[in-house]
Nanobody, 127 residues
Framework: VQLQASGGGLVQTGGSLRLSCAAS????????MAWFRQAPGKEREFVAG???????YYADSVKGRSTISRHNARDTVYLQLNSLKPEDTAVYYC??????????????????????WGQGTLVTVSS
């Protein structure tokens, strides 16, 4: 499956962005989906994930400020980011895990668990 991420940009501290990730296959609903991010000089880190059954999980760093959702009919996952901070500046990647179809509440927070990755979209938060 191919993933196409979009929605990044330059925003001021306190602003909001909605990232989108469109999948190329109609079997999108069978995948657990997640957003990761990678800042310059840092490792890729888990931001948020949504299971096949719609359960959501967030990193502590974005909990309460972000919402992940999925629209299976559109083969798309979204990440709404609010109250953005300069430390949120990073390239954001969406990822799909094909192994969770039989585990509808599970999401893995490790990058190595994901089979497919989008190309990334840059979010820059100015202070």
């Amino acid at each position: 499956v191919q993933l196409q991420a979009s929605g990044g940009g330059l925003v001021q501290t306190g602003g909001s962005l909605r990232l989108s990730c469109a999948a190329s296959q109609s079997t999108f609903g069978r995948y657990a989906m997640a957003w990761f991010r990678q800042a310059p000089g840092k490792e890729r880190e888990f931001v948020a994930g949504i299971s096949v059954g719609g359960m959501t999980y967030y990193a502590d760093s974005v909990k309460g400020r972000s919402t992940i959702s999925r629209h299976n009919a559109r083969d798309t996952v979204y990440l709404q980011l609010n109250s953005l901070k300069p430390e949120d500046t990073a390239v954001y990647y969406c990822a799909a895990d094909r192994t969770k179809f039989s585990y509808p509440t599970e999401v893995d927070s490790t990058a190595g668990a994901y089979n497919y990755w989008g190309q990334g979209t840059l979010v820059t938060v100015s202070s």
